[in-house]
């Protein structure tokens, strides 16, 4: 879980770089920006775990629709394209149990 930690603010931190949007204003064209050019120049495997953590922020932004639209070869793995299929859904987090105490 760290490493999806340490990614999100990473792609954070990039797609701010480049349009200068947080996570509440993304479209999907950051995404798959950032999915495109910045994870062109790893290997199959490491662009794999990078879509992992896209897919949590996806879910996490309550933008699901979005998960079908990013196809690419970084979907699988093998780096192979191809659909979808419906799968479990990602193991998100539990929010902490003061999440909805006021300061």
Known sequence: ????????????????RRWHVGPG?????????Y???RT?????????RHWLTVRLLIVALDK???IERLDGPWVRPSG???ELKPGRPPNLPS???DW???P
Request: hydrophobic letters at 35%; zero cysteines.
């Open 1 to 16: 879980m760290r490493q999806h930690l340490a990614r999100s603010q990473r792609i954070a931190e990039l797609i701010w």
């Open 25 to 33: 204003q993304w479209r999907l064209k950051h995404l798959r920006w």
């Open 35 to 37: 999915l495109l050019t």
């Open 40 to 48: 062109a120049h790893l290997g199959s495997g490491t662009r794999y």
């Open 64 to 66: 699901d629709s979005w």
């Open 80 to 82: 192979e394209r191809g």
């Open 95 to 97: 929010p902490p149990s």
């Open 100 to 102: 909805d105490s006021g």
